[in-house]
């Protein structure tokens, strides 16, 4: 079945640096990606998402491109902020109509 | 506004009391789910329903029950609290419109005493 692999947390890093939270799936046809942030204490909140090959999704300067070839849709930013700090999930919709997330990747950003 | 609300939103609870924890969207989306998230499991599927008066098991079913009467609202019912099942759960709505993006509540925090 549909699967997602993120890496394992937790990621420290200090302010400004560049951030990169890698994420594979497996499925099957053409699924939806996505990557959600969860706050301390607050729910699930859509990051940013790609609905086909080499879709680019952006959002408050984090970017993620769906790579069919490599089957990834790793999470960027160039320069994190303390606010940045986090959990974030990666996810897709497949042919199971279902959003399967990944175990989630917390960030820790240092002043 | 607009959106889903969960309620409510913290809750305790003794072991074998019923609790239901509801859900509720305003944009009218077909496909509703619960989700609960714990230390170690990420989140997990409970239930999911395509349409009012259809629903359909997750990866953890066993102890919930849920219903959808109407398009709005999907309620999830825990029949007999046990400590297990001290969770946060999250209902969500999927908007197929938007390339299947999926919206969450806030959050319902579960203790079972």
């Known amino acids: 079945g549909d699967s997602v692999t993120q890496m394992e947390g937790p990621v420290t890093l200090s302010e400004e640096a560049f951030l990169t939270i890698n994420c594979t799936y497996t499925a099957t046809g053409y699924p939806s990606l996505f990557w959600y942030v969860q706050y301390p204490g607050e729910g699930l909140q859509l990051l940013l998402k790609?609905?086909?090959?080499?879709d680019k999704g952006s959002n408050k300067g984090f970017e993620a491109t769906y790579r069919k070839e490599t089957t990834s849709f790793h999470l960027e930013k160039g320069s994190v902020q303390v606010s940045d700090s986090a959990v974030y999930f990666c996810a897709l919709i497949g042919s199971s109509y279902k959003l399967i997330f990944g175990s989630g990747t917390r960030l820790l950003v240092r002043p | 506004d607009a959106g889903i609300t969960q309620s409510p939103r913290y809750k305790i609870t003794e072991t074998g009391r019923q609790v239901t924890l509801m859900c509720h969207q305003t944009w009218s989306h077909s496909y509703m789910f619960w989700y609960r998230q714990d230390l170690g499991h990420g989140l997990r599927l409970i239930y999911y329903?395509?349409?009012?008066?259809?629903?359909d098991k997750g990866e953890v079913p066993d102890g919930y029950v849920v219903s959808r009467s109407k398009t709005e609202n999907f309620p999830l019912t825990l029949e007999s609290a046990t400590r297990s099942q001290t969770s946060v759960y999250f209902c969500?709505?999927?908007?197929?419109?938007?390339?299947?993006?999926?919206?969450f509540g806030e959050g319902s925090w579960l203790t079972v005493v």
């Open positions: 329903s395509a349409a009012a008066d259809i629903t």
């Open positions: 969500a709505s999927k908007d197929t419109n938007s390339g299947n993006t999926i919206y």
């Open positions: 790609a609905t086909k090959a080499d």
